[in-house]
C-alpha cells in the first residue's frame, strides 16, 4: 500500500473528542447553566431556551453551505474557523448581562454549530475514507455518544466551583485550545479532477437530487423522527412523572437512554455493519413509535419502562449513523456534504421545534395523553414514509 492509498486513521479520535466538545460545549451545556443565567439575568425561561433555539435554527440553515464549503475545499477551515468563532461566542456567553448580548452570542454558537458538528465531520469522513466511509462515521458517532455523559456532570461540578461565566470562559479555552489545532491538522483537501469542473458538476448534481421525489420523502421521514425525539427529550421527565412514577424512577430510565444510544451504535457496526443504511434506517424509524407505545402501560410495570429507555436511545443512537450514512449510499461521495446538509437544515429546525410542539400538544389536548398519541402517530407516519420510500426505490433499482 503506498501513502496515498493510507487512510488517516488518527482523524477518527481526532474528530470524535473534537465532537464530544463541540457537542457538551454549545449543545448539552445549557441545559445545566440556563437556570443560574436566567435567574442573574431576570428573564424567563422562554427568553433563555429562545436563544438556544435560535442557535438550532441558524444552524439548521447554514448547513448546506456548510456540507457545499466541504465538498469543495475540504473541511480544514471550515471547522478550525467554527473552533475560533465557537471560542469566541462562549467567552462572549461569559460576561452577557442583557438578553440583546445572550441572543447575539447563541446567533453565533449557531453558526459555529453548523461548521464544526457532526454534519460537517460527516462529510471530511466520507471525503478521507472513500468506500470506508460508514465505519469511520460510526466510530466517531461513538466517541460524540458520550458527550452528554461527560459534560452534563462536569458543567454541573464547574458551575458549582467556579460559577456559570467561568464555566463558559473554560468551555471558550478548550475550544481554542483542543478543537481549533485538532481541526487545523485535518488532511489537505485534494479534488480528483479540476476546480470548475469539480464546481460545475456538484452545482449539476445537486440540482438533480434537489428535483428528486425521493429525497424529499426521506428528508421528510428523518424531520417526522427527529422532531419527536427533540420533543421527548425535553419533556421526558414531566410525562414519566405525570404517570405517578415517582422523580427517583424517572430519572433512573432517562440515565439509561444515554448508553443505550452508544450500544445502539455498537450493535450498528459490529451487526449491521453489512446490511445497508437503509434497511437499519427502517429498523431504527419504527423503534420510536413502538417505544412511545409503552409508555402507555401501566406504571407498575416498571420492566416495560425500562424497555422502553433501550428501543427509545437505541433507535435514536442509530438514526444519528443512518442520517451521516444514507446519503452516501444513495447518492454517492462526490456532492455528501452538500446533499447532507441540505438534509439536515429541516432536520435541525425541527430539532429546535420539538419541544415548542410538544408543549402546545399538551395546552391543546389539556395533557400528555393526547400528546403522546399525537408524537407516536407523527413518528410513525415518518417511519412509514421511509419505509415506503426506501423499498419504492429499491425496487425501481432492481427493475432497471
Same mark, same amino acid.
Given at each position: 500500500?503506498?501513502? #496515498?492509498?493510507?487512510?488517516?486513521?488518527?482523524?477518527?479520535?481526532? &474528530? +470524535?473528542?473534537?465532537?464530544?466538545?463541540?457537542? +457538551?460545549?454549545?449543545? =448539552?451545556?445549557?441545559? !445545566?447553566?440556563?437556570?443560574?443565567?436566567?435567574?442573574?439575568?431576570?428573564?424567563?425561561?422562554?427568553?433563555?431556551?429562545?436563544?438556544? $433555539?435560535?442557535?438550532?435554527?441558524?444552524?439548521?440553515?447554514?448547513?448546506?453551505?456548510?456540507?457545499?464549503? !466541504?465538498?469543495?475545499?475540504?473541511?480544514?477551515? &471550515?471547522?478550525?474557523?467554527?473552533?475560533? &468563532?465557537?471560542?469566541?461566542?462562549?467567552?462572549?456567553?461569559?460576561?452577557?448581562?442583557?438578553?440583546?448580548?445572550?441572543?447575539? #452570542?447563541?446567533? +453565533?454558537?449557531?453558526?459555529?454549530?453548523?461548521?464544526?458538528?457532526?454534519?460537517?465531520?460527516?462529510?471530511?469522513?466520507?471525503?478521507?475514507?472513500?468506500?470506508?466511509?460508514?465505519?469511520?462515521?460510526?466510530?466517531?458517532?461513538?466517541?460524540?455518544?458520550?458527550?452528554?455523559?461527560?459534560?452534563?456532570?462536569?458543567?454541573?461540578?464547574?458551575?458549582?466551583?467556579?460559577?456559570?461565566?467561568?464555566?463558559?470562559?473554560?468551555?471558550?479555552?478548550?475550544?481554542?485550545?483542543?478543537?481549533?489545532?485538532?481541526?487545523?491538522?485535518?488532511?489537505?483537501?485534494?479534488?480528483?479532477?479540476?476546480?470548475?469542473?469539480? *464546481?460545475?458538476?456538484?452545482?449539476?448534481?445537486?440540482?438533480?437530487?434537489?428535483?428528486?421525489?425521493?429525497? =424529499?420523502?426521506?428528508?421528510?421521514?428523518?424531520?417526522?423522527?427527529?422532531? !419527536?425525539? $427533540? #420533543?421527548?427529550?425535553?419533556?421526558?421527565?414531566?410525562?414519566?412523572?405525570?404517570?405517578?412514577?415517582?422523580?427517583?424512577?424517572?430519572?433512573?430510565?432517562?440515565?439509561?437512554?444515554?448508553?443505550?444510544?452508544?450500544?445502539?451504535?455498537?450493535?450498528?457496526?459490529?451487526?449491521?455493519?453489512?446490511?445497508?443504511?437503509?434497511?437499519?434506517?427502517?429498523?431504527?424509524?419504527?423503534?420510536?413509535?413502538?417505544?412511545?407505545?409503552?409508555?402507555?402501560?401501566?406504571?407498575?410495570?416498571?420492566?416495560?419502562?425500562?424497555?422502553?429507555?433501550?428501543? =427509545?436511545?437505541? @433507535?435514536?443512537?442509530?438514526?444519528?449513523?443512518?442520517?451521516?450514512?444514507?446519503?452516501?449510499?444513495?447518492?454517492?461521495?462526490?456532492?455528501?456534504?452538500?446533499?447532507?446538509?441540505?438534509?439536515?437544515?429541516?432536520?435541525?429546525? #425541527?430539532?429546535?421545534?420539538?419541544?415548542?410542539?410538544?408543549?402546545?400538544?399538551?395546552?391543546?389536548? @389539556?395533557?400528555?395523553? +393526547?400528546?403522546?398519541?399525537?408524537?407516536?402517530?407523527?413518528?410513525?407516519?415518518?417511519?412509514?414514509?421511509?419505509? =415506503?420510500?426506501?423499498?419504492?426505490? *429499491?425496487?425501481?433499482?432492481?427493475?432497471?
Amino acid at each position: 500500500m503506498n501513502a #496515498a492509498d493510507r487512510k488517516p486513521i488518527w482523524l477518527i479520535p481526532t &474528530l +470524535g473528542l473534537t465532537q464530544i466538545i463541540g457537542w +457538551g460545549s454549545m449543545f =448539552y451545556a445549557y441545559g !445545566v447553566l440556563m437556570q443560574p443565567m436566567e435567574a442573574e439575568l431576570q428573564t424567563s425561561r422562554s427568553v433563555v431556551v429562545g436563544a438556544y $433555539s435560535v442557535a438550532l435554527l441558524i444552524s439548521g440553515c447554514l448547513s448546506m453551505l456548510a456540507g457545499s464549503i !466541504v465538498d469543495r475545499i475540504g473541511g480544514r477551515l &471550515l471547522m478550525a474557523a467554527g473552533s475560533l &468563532l465557537a471560542a469566541l461566542m462562549l467567552a462572549l456567553l461569559s460576561n452577557v448581562h442583557n438578553v440583546l448580548t445572550l441572543y447575539l #452570542a447563541w446567533a +453565533g454558537i449557531g453558526v459555529a454549530m453548523s461548521a464544526t458538528l457532526y454534519q460537517s465531520a460527516f462529510a471530511v469522513l466520507t471525503q478521507v475514507f472513500g468506500n470506508g466511509y460508514r465505519r469511520a462515521i460510526t466510530m466517531v458517532t461513538l466517541f460524540g455518544g458520550f458527550a452528554s455523559t461527560v459534560f452534563w456532570p462536569l458543567t454541573q461540578a464547574l458551575s458549582d466551583h467556579v460559577g456559570w461565566r467561568n464555566t463558559w470562559l473554560i468551555f471558550a479555552a478548550v475550544n481554542l485550545l483542543l478543537c481549533f489545532p485538532l481541526h487545523w491538522r485535518l488532511p489537505a483537501f485534494s479534488p480528483a479532477v479540476d476546480a470548475r469542473t469539480h *464546481r460545475n458538476t456538484h452545482k449539476a448534481g445537486l440540482a438533480v437530487i434537489l428535483r428528486e421525489r425521493r429525497f =424529499y420523502l426521506i428528508t421528510s421521514a428523518v424531520t417526522f423522527n427527529a422532531l !419527536v425525539f $427533540s #420533543a421527548m427529550s425535553l419533556h421526558l421527565m414531566s410525562i414519566l412523572q405525570s404517570k405517578g412514577i415517582s422523580p427517583t424512577h424517572a430519572a433512573a430510565i432517562g440515565a439509561m437512554i444515554g448508553p443505550m444510544q452508544v450500544l445502539g451504535r455498537i450493535l450498528e457496526t459490529t451487526f449491521g455493519r453489512n446490511t445497508s443504511s437503509h434497511k437499519v434506517g427502517m429498523i431504527a424509524m419504527w423503534l420510536l413509535p413502538l417505544a412511545l407505545a409503552l409508555l402507555f402501560a401501566p406504571t407498575e410495570w416498571f420492566v416495560i419502562y425500562v424497555f422502553f429507555a433501550a428501543m =427509545y436511545g437505541i @433507535g435514536n443512537g442509530v438514526m444519528t449513523i443512518v442520517r451521516g450514512t444514507l446519503l452516501a449510499e444513495l447518492y454517492g461521495r462526490e456532492i455528501y456534504g452538500a446533499v447532507s446538509g441540505a438534509m439536515a437544515a429541516p432536520v435541525m429546525i #425541527a430539532i429546535a421545534a420539538g419541544p415548542f410542539v410538544a408543549s402546545l400538544l399538551y395546552s391543546a389536548t @389539556g395533557g400528555y395523553t +393526547g400528546t403522546l398519541l399525537i408524537l407516536a402517530a407523527i413518528c410513525a407516519f415518518g417511519a412509514i414514509l421511509f419505509s =415506503y420510500t426506501v423499498v419504492s426505490a *429499491r425496487q425501481d433499482t432492481d427493475t432497471d
